[in-house]
Nanobody
Framework: VQLVESGGGLVQAGGSLRLSCAAS????????MGWFRQAPGKEREFVAV????????YYADSVKGRFTASRDNAKNTVYLQMNSLKPEDTAVYYC?????????????????WGKGTLVTVSS
């Protein structure tokens, strides 16, 4: 079972990035897929989660209205579109999955983690 994030990089404040998370090793079409981030010197925090059908989504207040999660179950891939990026969004972003209710992902209740991709937002 593997979750591989991509799409991170350096962007100026106000810019956009789209992260991808490709899942392999099993079918994730019935899993909730989440995004977390960890900034230097800080604990990992919840960013967003999307339910297996894509209809249910939850976001951290700090990213609401700027970030959008989506998924393509045929490709076993989940995305995080990040717009209006701020320097405080700088962090390593992790993909995670959980079988079942996506609400448990918010508290860190996940089954699998990716290794992360670095997003750096310059001011």
């Amino acid at each position: 079972v593997q979750l591989v994030e991509s799409g991170g990089g350096l962007v100026q404040a106000g810019g956009s990035l789209r992260l991808s998370c490709a899942a392999s090793g099993r079918t994730f079409s019935r899993d909730a897929m989440g995004w977390f981030r960890q900034a230097p010197g800080k604990e990992r925090e919840f960013v967003a989660v999307i339910g297996w059908s894509g209809r249910s989504q939850y976001y951290a207040d700090s990213v609401k209205g700027r970030f959008t999660a989506s998924r393509d179950n045929a490709k076993n891939t989940v995305y995080l579109q990040m717009n209006s990026l701020k320097p405080e969004d700088t962090a390593v972003y992790y993909c995670a999955s959980r079988t079942g209710d996506e609400r448990y992902v918010i508290g860190g209740g996940v089954d699998y983690w990716g290794k992360g991709t670095l997003v750096t937002v310059s001011s």
